[in-house]
């Protein structure tokens, strides 16, 4: 089954009503949005961009964060969801096949998750949302400051320097798929 931003959002506004803290339904409309704007300039599917940013964390709203990539995957899929949907729940919080590649955390061991991220083919898409996600809280903002506010926040282990380096990469990939600065897309981005 389908999922549309428009519908993706009117989730995250149902959730919403039962948080004390919307920041990271605030994030994930930043990341949805984001994602539209890159999608659109690479002639792909804007609608399925926005979508997927909307729901990347939507695991967030049972709690647990160390948890929530699992989470999400598990709640879109029970929705009745088309995979694509439930495997961006997965694939946001880790980059380049390498469920060692993530940021301030290091995921608890989970057969399901590491079969999938080490097996699965990422789409241009999860690799927007990789990105996006990595440029927002809820507003844009560099990679690297970014990456400061989640160090702050979250700490550092032993994978930091290689998920910079990761990310670093994954934006000169977009730098270079567009032609320009990923930036330039973003007037307001908070260097």
Not at 173 to 181: A, I, S, T
């Amino acid at each position: 089954m389908k999922l549309t931003s428009n519908q993706a959002k009117e989730m995250l506004k149902e959730i919403e009503e039962n948080l004390e803290d919307n920041y990271w339904i605030r994030h994930s409309i930043c990341v949805g949005d984001s994602a539209g704007r890159i999608a659109e300039k690479l002639g792909s599917d804007i609608d399925k961009a926005m979508t997927l940013g909307y729901i990347h964390d939507i695991g967030k709203k049972f709690g647990n964060f160390q948890e929530h990539d699992m989470n999400g995957y598990m709640y879109i899929k029970e929705l009745g969801y088309d995979e694509e949907y439930a495997n961006v729940c997965l694939t946001h919080s880790c980059l380049n096949n390498d469920i060692k590649c993530t940021v301030g955390i290091v995921l608890s061991d989970n057969k399901v998750r590491t079969d999938f991220i080490e097996n699965h083919e990422y789409t241009i898409y999860e690799k927007i949302i990789n990105l996006c996600d990595l440029m927002c809280t809820d507003v844009n903002m560099t990679l690297e400051k970014r990456l400061i506010d989640i160090f702050v926040r979250r700490g550092i282990n032993e994978n930091t320097v290689y998920h910079i380096k990761e990310a670093q990469k994954l934006k000169k990939y977009f730098d270079d798929m567009l032609g320009y600065n990923v930036y330039d897309l973003f007037p307001n981005v908070i260097v």
